[in-house]
């Protein structure tokens, strides 16, 4: 297919700007757009899957146009094992995303275009080979998501809108800086990811160390990583159902893609010197503190915000570790974690489109009452603890195996939180879903088909990685071994520029 990763990026904006166009009168087919933008993506999305080539490292799919040769800037996108499953994750979030979000009932055509308008966003991210077109990407996806929290979001959504933008713009800020720094510095001037890569020795390790730690500040902040992640619950809390469901499942992942993409990839002397800190050990404080900060929530939503903060820290563990275990582990956490979380934030959707609340212990027994939902939130809570035939189980112990070799002490500190993480969960479905049902519960309908219809295909993909991990481990283990390899290989040319 020619093209295919301009038109599956592309696509949402002939959506928005359809919708756009609608009379008020039609407002009512946004949704229908959406969804028509939506499966082109998601077909494309699983032809560039089958066509993969699982046996090189090499850019797929690529596509280079000279944009504004004067500054040596090209509209240069492609994929490869780092960005192939991240691609496949966004079409199949933004897909599920659209008809979860059928119960937006006020300005929809507002909100659709925005949502579409953050598809090609996201998108663009993971399909961006030249570092000037990822950052006005990484730009695009800020103002429809500060939008679409502040307008369609709870109580506290000004706030929290705010605190997102802020915070995300200081990351953009940062990015920028560390982008033009390589563009100077770089033997011959280029945004071009790829040969900024190839020519990396050129620059100093003191050089690299900085750009480094601004890169890492960047990309820390959308993860979130301790501690820049005080954003998150917030906008997890405020924001609707959907755009929780992409929150968790597609925005957290481009921060640890922009640390494979860039800081790995282009400075990879320093990633070998630093990343035992600042991805070892905040990652680790991410796992413990995340978990213990879910234990202590009474709001069933926050509960899973900082549970998605604890999970995140096993990615940046895979990454600190640079053995083919950790980065295969890291980034297959990453999809499983996309899947996993957007199962979670759904079902806590459902709840609330019900009962108007999200405070645990204001429920009880709704087992009684929604079995079925009760069921798919038992499996998604079982998901959510790594338990074997799951998908996270293969990704977390490649995670744990890979750093056991380089970082035992930390893994260990990891594998123990496994305990806190059952802790929370268990306990949060004793308290909704157990005992004797709440009276003000006895006429809760159990799920609907569209909110089946949203939760069955990712039940079924987390249950087809827990059995056949090799599904994506596939495609990823090619590039990232080459990755890693790299970054080793750059160690001992580091050690001898120190001395």
């Known amino acids: 297919m020619n093209h295919a990763l301009t038109l599956i990026t592309f696509i949402p904006i002939a959506g928005m700007l359809l919708i756009l166009a609608l009379p008020d009168s039609m407002k009512n087919a946004?949704?229908?757009?959406?969804?028509?933008?939506?499966?082109?993506?998601?077909?494309?999305?699983?032809?560039?899957?089958e066509n993969f080539d699982t046996t090189t490292s090499a850019v797929q799919f690529a596509e280079k146009t000279s944009w504004m040769p004067s500054y040596h800037i090209s509209y240069f996108i492609g994929a490869d094992g780092i960005s192939i499953s991240m691609i496949l994750l966004t079409a199949l979030i933004m897909f599920i995303s659209v008809f979860a979000s059928f119960g937006i009932n006020r300005a929809e055509k507002g909100y659709y275009a925005m949502l579409?308008?953050?598809?090609?966003?996201m998108m663009g991210v993971f399909v961006s080979l030249d570092f000037f077109l990822f950052y006005i990407f990484w730009e695009v996806m800020l103002l429809p998501m500060y939008f679409l929290i502040g307008i369609w979001g709870g109580p506290r959504r000004e706030y929290a809108a705010i605190k997102f933008f802020l915070y995300t713009l200081l990351g953009s800020v940062l990015i920028l800086l560390a982008m033009l720094g390589l563009y100077y510095y770089s033997a011959t001037p280029t945004f071009d990811l790829t040969e900024l890569a190839a020519n990396s020795s050129h620059y100093s390790i003191g050089f690299q160390r900085i750009v480094w730690i601004a890169l890492?500040?960047?990309?820390a902040i959308k993860i979130p990583a301790f501690p820049f992640h005080t954003w998150l619950p917030d906008a997890h809390v405020e924001a609707p159902t959907a755009i929780s469901v992409i929150l968790a499942g597609v925005l957290l992942k481009m921060g640890t893609y922009g640390i494979l993409r860039v800081n790995f990839a282009v400075l990879p002397a320093a990633s070998y010197q630093l990343a035992w800190l600042f991805l070892g050990v905040i990652g680790t404080i991410n796992i413990v503190y995340g978990a213990m900060c879910a234990m202590a929530q009474t709001d069933y939503k926050k509960?899973?915000?900082y549970s998605s903060i604890s999970h995140m820290g096993y990615v940046m563990l895979g990454l600190a570790a640079f053995t083919a275990a950790g980065i295969n582990g890291a980034v297959l956490q990453m999809f499983n974690h996309g899947t996993i979380t957007a199962m979670l934030f759904i079902l806590v959707g459902v709840i609330y489109d019900r009962a108007h609340h999200r405070e645990i212990n204001g429920f009880g027994g709704l087992a009684q009452q929604m079995p079925i939902y009760?069921?798919?939130?038992?499996?998604?809570?079982?998901?959510?603890?790594?338990?074997?035939?799951?998908?996270?189980?293969?990704?977390e112990v490649l995670v744990l195996l890979g750093a056991w070799q380089t970082h035992p002490l930390m893994?260990?500190?990891?594998?123990?939180?496994?305990i806190l993480t059952a802790g929370y969960l268990l306990w949060t479905f004793q308290r909704i879903y157990l005992g004797p049902l709440n009276e003000k519960y006895k006429d809760f309908p159990d799920l609907s088909f569209r909110e089946a219809f949203t939760l069955v295909p990712l039940g079924i993909i987390v249950l087809i990685l827990g059995v056949y991990p090799h599904a994506i481990l596939g495609l990823l283990n090619t590039s990232l071994v080459h990755l890693n390899q790299v970054v080793l290989s750059t160690s001992g040319a580091a050690v001898a520029m120190l001395h």
Request: glycine content about 12%.
């Open 216 to 219: 890492f500040i960047g990309f």
């Open 116 to 121: 579409l308008m953050l598809d090609t966003g």
């Open 411 to 418: 893994v260990a500190f990891g594998a123990a939180t496994a």
């Open 303 to 305: 509960l899973i915000a």
């Open 374 to 395: 009760t069921a798919v939130t038992g499996f998604a809570f079982f998901a959510g603890m790594g338990l074997p035939g799951m998908s996270a189980f293969i990704s």
């Open 30 to 49: 946004s949704k229908w757009i959406a969804v028509a933008a939506t499966i082109p993506q998601l077909l494309i999305a699983i032809y560039l899957y």
